[in-house]
């Protein structure tokens, strides 16, 4: 029942460039609630990426970067490298369920 | 710096409560803006909150889920429960407790996780 639609997996070769896109609605996204990303590693938690669209906590490589408009937002992540492969997961707040939400996660593939 | 570590039963039965226990450190959960949420991620990988308590003691619940969760803190031990009744074999998850900082309410996420905690429900 996510609220958020990701797109189920993307690749991309060493080096290359990949986006993943999250797609929410009014009352979410588009409401001026702001996107966050999260990197879950194999067996591992989620750890937090991106925070309020475009920020990245300290020790998060400048290869990652979000943007967000209207009723969407993307992560970016540049120069891909092996260790990158992971799940990906945006989240926000919803306004019509009062609560947070979250991505339907997207795994990102190193080929 | 912060941490959060869960702890509770592995093994429930459909009908029982389940009681989940968030120890954390590095931080207080009487500072003002701070929260404590929870979050559970199937065995497909989705994501859902389930409920967070702030600092002031305001309670949030995922509304498909609130009449069956309760969460409390103990602000001197630093722990943070969560009880969710009637357990069904879909309610099969980890259960992961989440620092929430402070922020303005448009960009409320979470900023430290625990490790998480496998929860299977069967008889």
């Known amino acids: 029942q996510s609220v958020l639609t990701q797109p189920p997996s993307v690749s991309g070769a060493p080096g290359q460039r990949v986006s993943i896109s999250c797609t929410g609605s009014?009352?979410?996204?588009?409401?001026?609630?702001?996107v966050h990303w999260y990197q879950q590693l194999p067996g591992t938690a989620p750890k937090l990426l991106i925070y309020?669209?475009?920020n990245r906590p300290s020790g998060v490589p400048d290869r990652f970067s979000g943007s967000q408009s209207g009723t969407s937002a993307s992560l970016a992540i540049t120069g891909l490298q092996a260790e990158d492969e992971a799940d990906y997961f945006c989240?926000?707040?919803?306004?019509?369920?009062?609560?947070?939400?979250f991505g339907t996660g997207t795994k990102v593939t190193v080929l | 710096q912060i941490t959060l570590k869960e702890s509770g039963p592995t093994l429930v039965k459909p009908t029982q409560t389940l009681t989940l226990t968030c120890t954390f450190s590095?931080?207080?959960?009487?500072?003002?803006?701070?929260?404590v949420g929870w979050i559970r991620q199937t065995p497909g990988k989705a994501l859902e909150w389930l409920a967070l308590?702030?600092?002031?003691?305001?309670?949030r619940y995922s509304p498909s889920l609130k009449s069956r969760l309760t969460i409390a803190k103990d602000t001197s031990k630093n722990q943070v429960v969560l009880t969710m009744t009637n357990m069904d074999p879909v309610d099969t998850a980890t259960y992961y407790c989440?620092?929430?900082?402070?922020?303005?309410?448009?960009?409320?996420?979470?900023?430290?996780w625990g490790q998480g905690t496998l929860v299977t429900v069967s008889s």
């Open positions: 308590i702030y600092w002031d003691d305001d309670k």
């Open positions: 309020r669209n475009n």
């Open positions: 009014s009352s979410n996204i588009g409401a001026g609630y702001a």
């Open positions: 590095g931080f207080s959960l009487s500072t003002s803006g701070v929260g």
């Open positions: 989440a620092h929430r900082p402070y922020s303005d309410f448009t960009a409320w996420h979470f900023d430290y």
């Open positions: 989240q926000s707040y919803d306004s019509s369920l009062s609560g947070y939400v």
